[in-house]
């Protein structure tokens, strides 16, 4: 696990519970995400309005860290990645519920400006470690799976195995699974 370890560059990184007070940096990643990837030609994930400008975002990011589990990963620091977890899918997606205790990630995003330094395997690795201190066995998450399917591969490099599809209007999703 890299919590509390050196970095490649002497640098450490941590992760710790989150809360309100970090609603801004996860928002502020969230539109950094949003730019990062229209810059690439990607404009139908998460569209091109800018996550804070959206009708309800800077809400549900609120909601994230006072109903849900988050978790901030820091560089030296400073906020870099942010993962939040649940007891299920949201119910806005057309997903079923597992059947049996789980946790799903509900979010996870990342500083683009930390790209590579595996922050998100990091956060991720945090979140099989608190479904089985939860009890659970079964770690999901839900992902676009538009463009060439990077985002389902940078799950599966992550231990997740492909279970199911879905569409949410024209978005392509796809739900994945990892047994802790």
Do not use: K
Request: net charge neutral; with cysteine; proline share 8%.
């Amino acid at each position: 696990m890299i919590n509390g370890t050196e970095g490649t560059h002497g640098t450490r990184m941590r992760i710790r519970p989150g809360g309100p007070a970090d609603a801004p940096a996860i928002l502020d990643m969230l539109d950094c995400a949003v730019l990062w990837m229209n810059a690439r030609g990607n404009t139908e994930q998460w569209g091109t309005v800018p996550y804070s400008q959206r009708p309800g975002g800077a809400e549900r990011v609120e909601r994230y860290t006072t109903e849900n589990l988050p978790f901030v990963a820091e560089w030296d620091g400073v906020p870099a990645g942010a993962l939040v977890l649940d007891s299920g899918p949201s119910p806005q997606l057309p997903i079923a519920p597992a059947g049996e205790p789980e946790r799903y990630v509900r979010l996870l995003v990342s500083d683009r400006r930390c790209a590579g330094l595996g922050i998100g395997s990091a956060l991720l690795e945090r979140a099989a470690e608190e479904t089985r201190r939860a009890g659970a066995g079964l770690l999901r998450v839900d992902c676009w799976a538009g463009g060439g399917g990077e985002l389902v591969a940078y799950y599966e490099r992550n231990g997740f195995t492909p279970t199911g599809r879905f569409r949410s209007g024209t978005w392509p999703g796809r739900v994945l699974a990892r047994r802790v």
